[in-house]
């Protein structure tokens, strides 16, 4: 596991409290898991992604993430249309692990209210509670 | 919360960055920096290191012990020999598992069991309640002043064997067990693990020293794995986990102890266990199961779910708990399932090897439906979807060591072979190739294959004669003071050749009778052990006949051959050992210092304690001269009553003063093929000595009898034709042929030697007494060099020394100078031979043109009749055929 002070987190990026990073991309969002996330998940094995342009709200599950060990759903961060969805993270999920921010992104959303995004935690603020422990 | 155990081990988890959980209590390393995938895949090609001391050490003892385990335990620790483990199951009264664990033996007067760490307390509380029924056994709970390491995985071998000071390893058999210093610490070693791994071992020491050996093996290239891939691991191998496969299933039912695989493995019903404990039930569970297994299902309801492994087809992982579904039915939950990594593997057989990329599949263990066979489709619930999966056999296999090989479920394929109806192309193209093939091996290659011979020409001419296309059943007839009787006409040649072999053959070795219709030395000691059961039971016709009770013999891995063995020939005539459960065979004690030659002290302490009816010489891997004279000599001081048989398959035509004469040292029998280092076509004979008067000739009938019409109608007539002409060779050639042979082979020995290869044997008397050589290559390497070396065109066969655990897993090559030998070649040349055999295995020299130019010097066959000193009728045989 990392220490939290070697957990990567792009100040560009917005977080939510369930782990996922939003980044505003013009009207549209990219939305992934943390590297805290997966880190603390192991070596990802296994993703499920929703069908692309389906309609999720903020806070409803919209990803399955499996480890070796578990399973983790994820929580959409701001509520929106799937508009593109990761398809090479089917065949190869452990581009979560090795790249959370880039090759391991998860949907592209077009939310309901552009502005939801500057709801979402800070890198700051998402470290902060990191470092609270939850 | 109470704070959570921690082993000795415990800071170098937390140094190492392994991330830590609670398991069973137990603040345990799920996984390391390195994570579950890498973990796992490390084990399987190097070696991983697992802290399993937190696992449950009981020690039981006194003179009541073994009544203790009997009664708690569901294996047979009677069987249990020291020097050996046993795994087992602690059951409850109604044949569920209160745990599984493995109990060792290593000193006489001591057993050690070692139970799961999330049952420690429960079992220490359960077991002690049995206790006080047992007043002269006594329990200790060693888990906290004795640690356990497992190392694991095909480097594991040699990360040992590099870090012991002192003992040796465990042989190289399942479940052995051994003691080795390091530096000044003592360390107890098993052979077994937990991993599905063939090579693995645990380690037992003082917990103090525990850091320290911990330490040592990651400096020596071990992984520290934690218990996320400890679990893939297990269940990769399909090995039972308790809580998953073992003790309630997901609905909170108990899983009978037969629904597990390993049950049969690890229950005995044994009458030396008396009533033990889940006895009644563990019968019944045992009844159903053998039903289900034949279709049977009648009982059923007495095991209405096994365990099985399964594969996903589609998307997704099953995770333990899962529901089953086969059509719409519901048939039962997966135990426990993931995602787990593998190797990818490409060619086949022996030349299967790991490609070095990795691929992950979703598999595990499911409790279904009996009637469920492997291929059955199925479906399982994932999230509210049904995915596809279907039954597999296993997940991985151990049979080939050093590597546990993944063996991954494939559609079985709709290809058919074309199908050609070219008769005359097809006739030409066998025609070709075989010519081909005969040029090779008989005018390019260097064949040096101790089981092998070239006939000579005029053998080979006889063999293809009339006589192989018919028939001369016979038996000898009381009603004609025992003439022998011939079933069919035209016999009267090959009835005189039959005589005359006999006859040439029993004078070869000093013998009274021989037996020449066998075909093959296998099936001359599978009529041997045939004939002896029928001896035995010879008063006794009407109730089941009795099997032998003990035998004596070499085992496989010090050179004995499958034919002798309970595997092999000996199957249906070698009694199961109550005791042991197994086949009752034990073998010849081996020097320490030299494991290809028979302890003559402590086999004479074995047939003191075993009393062998039959004791078997002979080895297919064979440096030394066998102890005939030695074990005769104590027989008739003990007043044993035994026989021996010796096997001279090899050293058939090494008999007489150069080697050894098994008659004149006391053998009962001999059997042996004829075409190894003697002359012959491929058949076999036994031979025996007994008088007409001795009451063990009637065994000798038995031979006759169990061989016509016991194993053969038709005896193949032709190659006894040309095994006729071998045997009057061999009398004509014998000294100078086998004077020949031995001296080659200790030139040969030296001159490899004097190349740096490593030699076994004994070095003051050149290596070898036989015409065998060993030559010792690299752990598991030999496979690798005997296929080099026949790219270069030299043949020998890889073989496992007696310290590698399979043909697989073989360091060494067995080569044999007779064939060779027979077409000429001397010790000079044996020396150039082996400058080619050290380049080419060591040098990775190609040597193949120099070899074929070399063979074209000994294109011709010494120690026979030149056809020329016959042309007349050598030409009028050749216009016959």
Redesign the interface.
């Known amino acids: ?1 990392k220490r939290i002070e070697e957990i990567l987190l792009p100040e560009e990026l917005r977080y939510s409290a369930d782990h996922e990073w939003v980044g505003p991309e013009g009207d549209l969002a990219r939305v992934g898991l943390t590297d805290y996330a997966q880190d603390q998940l ?2 990802i ?2 993703v ?1 992604l929703p069908s692309v342009g389906a309609h999720i709200a903020q806070g409803a599950v919209f990803a ?1 993430v ?4 578990s ?1 983790s759903e994820c929580y959409m961060p701001l509520s929106g249309e799937v508009v593109a969805v990761n398809g090479p993270l ?1 065949d190869n999920p452990v581009l979560l692990n090795q790249s959370p921010y880039g090759d391991g992104w998860m949907v592209l959303v077009k939310p309901d209210d552009p502005a939801a995004v500057s709801q979402l935690l800070t890198a700051e603020g998402y470290l902060a509670r990191l470092k609270g422990g939850v | 919360m109470a704070e959570l155990r921690k082993t000795v081990l415990h800071e170098k988890h937390v140094s190492l960055g392994a991330a830590m959980v609670d398991f069973g209590g137990w603040h345990m390393p799920l996984q390391y920096r390195t994570g579950i995938v890498e973990e796992h895949l490390a084990t399987r090609k190097g070696a991983g290191i697992f802290d399993v001391s937190h696992m449950g050490r009981f020690i039981v003892r006194g003179s009541g012990a073994l009544a203790f385990l009997q009664h708690v335990l569901s294996n047979n620790a009677a069987a249990l020999d020291t020097g050996f483990a046993q795994y087992t199951m602690i059951p409850n009264g109604r044949g569920g598992a209160l745990d599984d664990a493995y109990l060792y033996r290593f000193t006489p007067d001591e057993y050690l069991l070692v139970v799961n760490a999330a049952n420690r307390d429960a079992d220490w509380r359960y077991l002690h309640s049995r206790l006080s029924r047992f007043p002269e056994a006594q329990m200790a709970d060693i888990s906290e002043e004795m640690a356990m390491i497992s190392l694991q995985g095909p480097r594991s071998r040699s990360i040992l064997q590099e870090a012991i000071t002192g003992g040796v390893l465990p042989e190289p058999l399942k479940n052995a067990l051994g003691a080795v210093t390091i530096g000044e610490r003592k360390i107890l070693v098993s052979r077994t693990g937990y991993t599905g791994e063939p090579l693995g071992f645990e380690c037992f020491l003082a917990a103090a020293d525990a850091p320290w050996l911990w330490d040592l093996f990651l400096e020596k290239g071990a992984i520290p794995v934690g218990l996320g891939a400890r679990d893939t691991l297990r269940m990769e191998a399909g090995l039972p986990l308790f809580g998953h496969e073992l003790g309630k299933d997901p609905a909170g039912q108990e899983i009978p102890i037969f629904a597990c695989p390993l049950a049969r493995f690890a229950v005995s019903f044994s009458p030396l266990k008396g009533a033990f404990v889940g006895r009644e039930a563990l019968t019944t569970q045992f009844a159903a199961f053998k039903k289900i297994k034949d279709e049977d299902y009648t009982s059923i309801e007495d095991l209405p779910r096994i365990i099985m492994p399964f594969a996903i087809r589609g998307k997704g992982i099953a995770r333990a708990g899962f529901r089953v579904f086969r059509g719409k039915k519901e048939a039962g939950f997966v135990t426990s399932g993931t995602m787990v990594p593998c190797w990818k593997t490409t060619d086949e057989g022996l030349s299967t090897r790991f490609t070095g990329e990795r691929e992950m599949r979703a598999i595990g263990m499911m409790l279904v439906d009996s009637r469920l066979k492997k291929d059955d489709p199925l479906e399982i619930e994932i999230r509210g979807n049904r995915v596809d999966a279907v039954v597999v056999p296993y997940h991985l296999r151990s049979d080939a060591p050093p590597h546990a090989m993944p063996i991954i479920r494939r559609d079985p394929e709709d290809f058919q072979k074309p199908v050609s109806n070219a008769w005359q192309e097809k006739a030409r193209d066998l025609l070709e190739k075989a010519l081909q093939n005969t040029r090779w091996r008989q005018t390019e290659c260097i064949n040096l294959i101790p089981s092998e011979q070239t006939t000579s020409p005029i053998v080979r001419r006889l063999s293809m004669l009339d006589p192989a296309f018919r028939y001369a059943e016979h038996r000898s007839l009381r009603s004609y003071y025992d003439a022998e009787v011939f079933y069919y006409q035209g016999t009267d040649f090959i009835e005189g050749v039959e005589e005359l072999l006999k006859e040439e053959m029993a004078r070869y070795l000093g013998c009274r009778e021989v037996e020449a219709r066998v075909i093959s030395g296998q099936m001359a000691n599978a009529v041997v052990f045939s004939a002896l059961v029928d001896y035995l039971n010879r008063e006794d016709r009407k109730t089941e006949p009795r099997r032998i009770r003990s035998v004596l013999n070499n085992h496989m891995i010090r050179g004995g051959h499958l034919s002798a063995q309970p595997m092999g020939a000996l199957y249906n005539f070698i009694r199961i050992d109550p005791r042991t459960e197994k086949p009752a065979v034990v073998n010849f004690p081996v020097l320490p210092e030299n494991p290809y030659k028979i302890d003559m002290e402590a086999t004479c302490r074995i047939i003191n304690e075993h009393r062998p009816e039959l004791i078997i010489f002979g080895k297919s891997m064979v440096l030394y001269r066998e102890p005939v004279r030695e074990i005769r000599d104590f027989l008739r001081e003990q007043k044993i009553e035994a026989v021996i048989l010796y096997d001279m398959a090899h050293v058939l035509g090494l008999a007489g003063p150069c080697f050894q004469e098994p008659f004149a040292e006391g053998a009962d029998l001999v059997t042996a093929s004829t075409h190894k280092t003697f002359f012959g076509t491929q058949r076999g004979i036994v031979a025996g000595n007994w008088r007409k008067e001795e009451k063990q000739y009637a065994l000798w009938e038995s031979v006759e009898n169990r061989t016509f019409p016991g194993s053969v109608s038709n005896h193949h007539l032709g190659t006894l034709l040309g095994l006729l002409m071998a045997a009057y060779e061999m009398n004509c050639f014998r000294d100078d042929y086998q004077q020949a042979v031995i001296r080659n082979a200790k030139a040969f020995a030296r001159a490899l030697r004097d190349t740096g290869l490593q030699v076994a044997g004994d070095p003051a008397i050149s290596f070898t007494e036989t015409h065998q050589v060993i030559v010792k290559v690299e752990y598991a390497k030999a496979v690798e060099a005997a296929r080099r070396l026949e790219e270069n065109n030299i043949i020998c066969n890889y073989q496992a020394a007696p310290d590698e655990e399979g043909f697989t897993a073989a360091g060494a090559l067995r080569l044999g100078v007779q064939e060779m030998t027979r077409f000429g070649m001397g010790p000079e040349d044996f020396r150039s031979l082996s400058q080619y055999i050290h380049d080419a295995v060591v040098g990775g020299r190609s040597v193949r043109e120099e070899v074929t130019a070399f063979r074209k010097r000994f294109l011709a066959m010494r120690y026979c009749f030149a056809e020329d000193m016959f042309t007349d009728l050598m030409e009028k045989l050749h216009r016959l055929i």
């Not at chain 1, 499996?66 to 060990?69: A, D, P």
């Open positions: 596991m192991g070596d094995v296994y499920e399955t499996e480890s070796v060990k399973v089917s």
